[in-house]
């Protein structure tokens, strides 16, 4: 089990409590290693690689939960924490399209072996609440306890890093939005798909996306 069994053996005069809450509080810092290490990744990422453009590093956002039971039901539970996390830098469709890019990529990871560290990286495009298009990094980390103590205290840890760039939109013309989004929400629907895509192009490449901006927010 790793850091986390290396904890539980050499704690043998630790009370049971004591042990696991040892155990879940290295797992928690070994995940915001990991969230910090991608952070830092995107940071410094060669733009001749960039897979969509920037123009500049914005902001990014650390998330670390852990489920309690084995009764909780973990799908559901991302779904519906993506979904508030994301409106504070997302709107419309783009939030159901990101709420289900992550739980699809937690609920794949918590379906691992336990005792494992499994991690995943996506990214995506998204529109602030002023219409601004943005790259979304995103990154996340899953650990799955083994120990039936520790179990029955925490049975997952789950994080998350998202990594906020403004977009060059210069070099993405239709077809190139069409296949990002495709490419960017394949766990969405279709038709969430097809609602994504048009609020992007709006955002994009409409004269008066601004003028209907501020009509609207009146």
Do not use: W
């Not at 996390?85 to 072996?113: M, Q």
């Not at 650990?143 to 179990?151: D, I, M, Q, R, T």
């Amino acid at each position: 089990m790793g850091v986390a069994a290396s904890v539980i053996k050499d704690s043998s005069r630790a009370t049971p409590i004591d042990t696991n809450q040892e155990a879940l509080k290295i797992t928690c810092q070994m995940a915001e290693d990991q969230l910090n290490g991608f952070h830092e990744k995107i940071s410094t990422e060669d733009p001749v690689f960039q897979r969509i453009p920037i123009k500049k590093l914005l902001n990014h956002y650390k998330y670390i939960h852990y489920a309690a039971s084995e009764e909780e039901k973990i799908g559901s539970t991302i779904k519906a924490c993506a979904e508030a996390s994301v409106k504070d830098f997302s709107e419309g469709s783009i939030v159901d399209g990101l709420a289900n890019l992550a739980a699809s990529a937690i609920t794949r990871l918590l379906d691992s072996p336990k005792g494992t560290r499994q991690m995943e990286s996506k990214y995506a495009l998204s529109v602030d609440p002023l219409g601004g298009i943005l790259r979304l990094d995103i990154f996340f980390f899953v650990y799955n306890f083994e120990s039936a103590s520790l179990v029955a205290s925490a049975r997952s840890v789950v994080a998350a890093c998202v990594v906020q760039s403004a977009v060059d939109t210069n070099d993405i013309d239709d077809v190139t939005l069409r296949l990002l989004v495709n490419i960017c929400f394949e766990a969405s629907e279709l038709t969430t798909r097809e609602a994504i895509y048009g609020e992007l192009y709006n955002a994009m490449y409409s004269d008066d996306n601004e003028a209907n901006l501020f009509r609207s927010r009146r």
